[in-house]
């Protein structure tokens, strides 16, 4: 049974930084296409970012430009960078397959963006 397990999340300032890890207990992060997610306070989830298991990148609009999605096979882990972060980024972070499945998310990492 396959588990994702999200780290590196934590408070940072507007205009700050953060690295997000994503580590898959089996293969699926070299076989699938990922995707990182976001559930913010009182809001929907909603999708950031997508790797498909080429390599190629899709970003959500408010975050493009600021956030990079990279995947290490070699490791079953994907990341995202974060960069030039703002408050209304604050939110659970989530990784899963694209497009998810609902049997795998996990408990996420916290990003809290202070103004």
């Known amino acids: 049974q396959v588990q994702l397990v999200e780290s590196g999340g934590g408070l940072v300032q507007a205009g700050g930084s953060l690295r997000l890890s994503c580590e898959a207990s089996g293969t699926i992060v070299s076989i699938r296409d990922m995707g990182w997610y976001r559930q913010a306070p009182g809001k929907r989830r909603e999708s950031v970012a997508r790797?498909?298991?080429?390599?190629?990148?899709n970003y959500a609009l408010p975050v493009r430009g600021r956030f990079a999605i990279s995947r290490e096979n070699a490791k079953n882990t994907v990341y995202l960078q974060m960069n030039s972060l703002k408050p209304e980024d604050t939110a659970v972070y989530y990784c899963?397959?694209?497009?998810?499945?609902?049997?795998?998310w996990g408990q996420g990492t916290q990003v809290t963006v202070s103004s």
């Open positions: 899963n397959a694209w497009p998810p499945v609902n049997s795998k």
């Open positions: 790797i498909t298991s080429s390599g190629s990148t």
